[in-house]
């Protein structure tokens, strides 16, 4: 069974760091474009980096540039997102997805003032 699974979230201070993880099981997630997504209370979600399959590209949204960095672990068949200089802006349910995947129940991060 095809799966990805969102994990790292949590209860952090303004200008703390997390790590996401998206981990996946049955495929091999390299072979994929993954993207992280979020959903703050009340607003509608939006897409936050992307990593391309084939040369690792990256792309952020200008809210996170520069503070946030999406990568790979092949051997962990991972994609990772790492978050630093947190805001409380940043606070949300944040989701790893491919292409015409359906959502995952993601992970809560929570950037305190």
């Known amino acids: 069974q095809m799966h990805l699974a969102e994990s790292g979230g949590g209860l952090v201070q303004s200008g703390g760091s997390l790590r996401l993880s998206c981990a996946a099981s049955?495929?091999?997630?390299?072979?994929?474009?993954v993207k992280w997504f979020r959903q703050a209370p009340g607003k509608e979600r939006e897409g936050v980096a992307c990593?391309?399959?084939?040369?690792?590209?990256?792309t952020y949204a200008d809210s996170v540039k520069d503070r946030f960095t999406i990568s790979r672990d092949n051997a962990k068949n991972t994609v990772y997102l790492q978050m630093n200089s947190l805001k409380p802006e940043d606070t949300g349910v944040y989701y790893c997805?491919?292409?015409?995947?359906?959502w995952g129940q993601g992970t809560q991060v929570t950037v305190s003032s």
């Open positions: 049955g495929f091999t997630l390299n072979m994929y474009a």
């Open positions: 997805r491919r292409p015409n995947d359906s």
């Open positions: 990593i391309k399959a084939t040369d690792t590209t990256t």
